[in-house]
């Protein structure tokens, strides 16, 4: 989540990658704004759309946005490629879309120490020193800690079990740990055994 816009993927590989999807049913009203947001905390940023609507977006988006369409039989190509805006990024924004261990880890390895003072006021005295982080340090850092972000080696572990037909939907369903367990072993099991009247058939 960056400022009041939540990003449709986000991929960090050593850098941050935001990919805003605009498909033929979407609105271009909120979409200046969104890439306004992104461009706050994240390095590059793209948008993936139609064909149809590849004009509109072009219109809206900046210079440095990434454009790729999704073409008619599902294939999506690269029309321009994002230029790198991590010399933009904002470190007080950065700062908002992070949890409070993941600041607390940054402000201790870039300042040597962490504000000792009461819980109430942890939030702002820690932001005053992220703030004061270049926008390349403050983005690199925020890069380093949200990737690991939650168990990634079991997350990694389930999206190699699913079958590729049901991947991106068992990614959307945002199933917790005991329910990727209980996916996959339903997935493992012969289809007589889950649906018993098969076999009266």
Not at 177 to 191: C, E, I, K, M
């Amino acid at each position: 989540r960056t400022a009041a816009c939540k990003a449709d993927c986000v991929v960090l590989n050593g850098t941050s990658n935001v990919y805003e999807v605009k498909s033929d049913y979407d609105s271009m009203d909120r979409l200046a704004n969104q890439l306004a947001a992104y461009r706050k905390v994240f390095d590059c940023i793209r948008v993936i759309t139609s064909e149809r609507l590849l004009p509109k977006v072009s219109a809206i988006a900046g210079d440095w946005v990434g454009l790729s369409v999704l073409r008619a039989r599902g294939s999506i190509g690269d029309i321009k490629k994002p230029i790198s805006m991590k010399h933009a990024v904002l470190p007080e924004v950065i700062f908002d879309s992070l949890r409070r261990p993941e600041y607390e880890n940054i402000v201790l390895c870039q300042f040597g120490r962490i504000p000792d003072v009461p819980n109430t006021r942890i939030y702002g005295e820690c932001k005053a020193l992220f703030s004061q982080l270049t926008p390349e340090v403050a983005h690199d850092e925020m890069v380093r800690v949200v990737k690991n972000r939650g168990d990634r080696m079991r997350l990694r572990e389930f999206i190699e079990g699913v079958p590729s037909s049901l991947k991106a939907a068992s990614l959307s369903c945002r199933l917790t740990p005991s329910d990727r367990v209980a996916l996959l072993t339903v997935l493992q099991r012969p289809v007589r055994e889950c649906f018993p009247s098969l076999g009266q058939m």
